[in-house]
């Protein structure tokens, strides 16, 4: 059993909206960071933090998690956290996640968009290079049963050689829903050379 904590206790964190709910492929729940965490066998959710003490006492309220903090130091020096999921808002995340590795948690699930600017990206990206570090990030489609039986449907052969992949998500932020698109796009693509990539944007 791993011991999980979570940051960030707004939409993503804790409180999928009620349109994702209602029209959302079965496939894409639990949503929620915290839903998520909390169906896992393997997972034991041990402690919630957001800086807004209201967002933290719904978060109470709905999850029945009642080791709360302000701050991800005082989360860390109280408890070890085995896996830290990070779901707040976008700008200063990337040093959250910064100051989570150098508090030595080794597993983290983040929220896209990972940062704001590349020279963020760029720190993050020489960073997770470490092998004794895990890291996952909201971009997680590629492992809804749906898209591994349509790749595993395209790698058996039976329907003849790949040719295209087609992704759309429709009107959409370029770092948010399209996130998912380039993900899909990878992840179908796998080891294969590609020979062009095509995208329509606004």
Request: neutral net charge; contains cysteine; proline residues 2%.
């Amino acid at each position: 059993m791993k011991n999980v904590a979570l940051i960030g206790c707004g939409r993503m964190g804790v409180f999928t909206s009620e349109n994702v709910k209602m029209y959302a492929p079965d496939c894409w729940l639990p949503l929620s960071h915290i839903d998520a965490a909390i169906a896992h066998p393997d997972l034991n959710v041990i402690a919630l933090a957001d800086k807004n003490s209201e967002i933290l006492r719904k978060a109470t309220e709905y999850s029945g998690i009642t080791t709360v903090y302000s701050d991800l130091e005082s989360l860390v020096s109280n408890h070890v956290i085995d896996v830290l999921c990070v779901a707040t808002r976008t700008p200063g995340r990337a040093d959250l996640i910064k100051k989570a590795y150098e508090l030595d948690i080794t597993a983290i699930h983040a929220e896209k968009p990972l940062c704001n600017t590349a020279k963020e990206l760029k720190m993050l990206t020489e960073m997770l290079k470490h092998d004794n570090h895990y890291f996952t990030w909201g971009a997680i489609r590629r492992y809804m049963q749906a898209y591994l039986q349509a790749l595993e449907m395209v790698n058996s052969g039976d329907y003849g050689k790949l040719r295209e992949i087609n992704v759309k998500f429709g009107s959409a932020s370029l770092f948010w829903t399209h996130a998912h698109a380039f993900d899909l796009l990878l992840f179908g693509a796998g080891a294969r050379h590609l020979v062009y990539v095509q995208a329509q944007l606004k």
